[in-house]
């Protein structure tokens, strides 16, 4: 292997996947009063708090080309290419690096961090450092077998940069506003993008690193695409599995550090990595590791939420009480930032961007806590463990709800107040957290009457009521507000657009909240389980057919702002038909009996 290509390597794993974006930084300013970006100012490239620019649906009508077929797919691959990273680290990556950021990880005490942190960035400095520390180690490698650990690093970060762009595919036709692309043409590069990506699991398995890890979590995120059969779902690897295999590869890293492993590629014998390694664990690595460990706890939580799965990484009935992890999130809510939140509910405080960034953030802790004492519940409900272990579990959910309520609904409500004077950035956080916090509560219900348990669910008559009500001006908030999205090249910073060695400016392009969530399966569990509330409260007669109907079209419009190349969307859609045909019919009966 030349030495250009290890170069260029050792150099990506350092520095955003888009060679475009040059040397500028993901990590925030800190400056006082600057806003919170992940660029390195609120004016760089999206997050400047501008005025919407449009109001149009994010989906529009199959254009006519009268291009080939071939230049049309040629065409439809390029943008995928140009957009993928774009979409990638706006929308994912903004919302994950304020979670492991300096005020979203309860794990890490260490308040001169960056505020955003995002994934590719985490996970790439976890192993350029794990690559440095083996080269430390083992200087006297031959030749040889650093060139294929570097072949193995090439083949690593490619396969992550597919992952990416299989992820940000079904966000494709929001730029079909800048092109002649037929809708089938993109549908195709979508469903292509995600066969390869899919093709490439297997090896990612085999290969354990922190950028391994980010990549079947990636995929198995990524919406199986409309026109995939139920044969070719069957035939390969799927998204819960590779989602347990990530989980299982960020613990055996983490544990790998700091205990004896069997090596197999390297020596075939047990080798004492923590004698080998524990030297070269700075606190930096240390801190570094440990947001990646929290990322992984929170993608444990949310499967095990929404799969109804036991957690992997944390203990079940228990695991909210008695692990570090959580014990350190509950230190974090009802300890340290316990003074903090009751100095500004007393006092008043000004809400600023950068206040915005800790309420929402304290508040996404704070959700995490209460998805992981709901999982608790639901694994006690499911298993059928005995009595005194369920209250025990539900007396801890019922803390963990009063946690939020008593010190975080106060702030976000203040910040609900503001929410049109702040940038986009925190009215998107401000949306996201809260959408994820009651789809928490919806769960929870639907998991209580399930199990029967009438005793249970009469003790959070507020709590639901609250989520049923809040879930809907939450939903309507992300459908009417307004996502400023820059493509390639573009900036909003007029001085950027003047430089001649970047691309030209095109028009950006705004979608709502909803369009650009970064998780869509959350948005479709929300109007799936609303569906069920509002159908619910029609049939017992606490809301007429005219209420039903513009709360039901309340829903039918999030799911049509959600990338519609997904299964997964297609199914939520006529689920909400089948409910709406059934109540409709149900309307024009009684109808027909009260004119007799």
Partial sequence: MSSQKTTWISNLKERPSNPRQGTTSHSPTTEPGSSISCELHDQAVSFDGSEPLDESNTFVPEPTSTEPLSSQAESADVLLTRW??????????????????????????????????????????????????????????????????????????????????????????????????????????????????????????????????????????????????????LDGINGLLCLQTALLQIQRLREGQRSCQFDA??????????????????????????????????????????????????????????????????????????????????????????????????????????????????????????????????????????????????????????????????????????????????VLVNAIEAANRSDLLSQLTEARQDAEHESFNVLKFGIESTYTLYGPGEDSNPASRLDATSDLPGEPITLSFVAIDPYPNHVVDSVLLLNEVISREYRQCKIKHGAYSHLWSTLTKALGQLPQSSKAVQAAQENLQRSFYKIDATAVTNTAVRAL
């Fill in 84 to 233: 993928s990273d774009q979409i990638f680290h706006r929308g994912f990556e903004t919302i994950f690096g304020l979670l492991v950021g300096r005020n979203g990880c309860p794990l890490v005490n260490d308040s001169f961090s960056d505020v955003c942190i995002p994934a590719t960035k985490l996970f790439r400095k976890l192993d350029a450092e794990r690559d440095r520390d083996l080269d430390r180690q083992n200087s006297g490698y031959a030749s040889e077998v650093w060139e294929r650990r570097q072949d193995r690093d090439y083949q690593i970060e490619q396969t992550l940069s597919r992952a990416i762009r299989s992820f940000a595919a079904p966000w494709l036709p929001l730029v079909l506003q800048q092109s002649h692309l037929a809708t089938s043409q993109i549908e195709e590069i979508i469903r292509d993008s995600w066969r390869t990506a899919r093709g490439d699991m297997l090896k990612v398995i085999n290969r354990v690193s922190y950028r391994s890890a980010l990549t079947l979590y990636l995929f198995a995120q990524t919406p199986i695409p409309v026109g995939v059969s139920e044969d070719e779902e």
């Fill in 265 to 442: 590629s390297e020596a075939g014998t047990w080798t004492d990595a923590g004698t080998r390694r524990r030297a070269s664990l700075t606190q930096a690595y240390l801190d570094l590791e440990s947001r990646a460990y929290w990322a992984a706890v929170m993608w444990d939580t949310s499967s095990s939420l929404t799969l109804n799965l036991r957690t992997s990484l944390t203990s079940g009935l228990n695991g909210g009480c008695s692990e570090p992890a959580w014990r350190l999130a509950r230190t974090f809510l009802a300890g340290s930032l316990q003074p903090e939140t009751e100095y500004w509910r007393t006092n008043g405080l000004e809400v600023s961007d950068e206040v915005t960034s800790k309420i929402t953030t304290a508040a996404a802790v704070c959700k995490l806590y209460v998805w992981k004492n709901i999982t608790s519940l639901k694994e006690a409900l499911r298993e059928g463990v005995d009595e005194e272990s369920v209250l025990f579990v539900w007396k801890a959910l019922l803390d963990s709800i009063d946690i939020f309520r008593t010190s975080i609904r106060p702030l976000l409500n203040i910040c609900e107040r503001r929410l049109q004077f702040m940038d986009q950035l925190s009215r998107l956080s401000w949306y996201e957290f809260n959408l994820q916090y009651y789809l928490g509560i919806l």
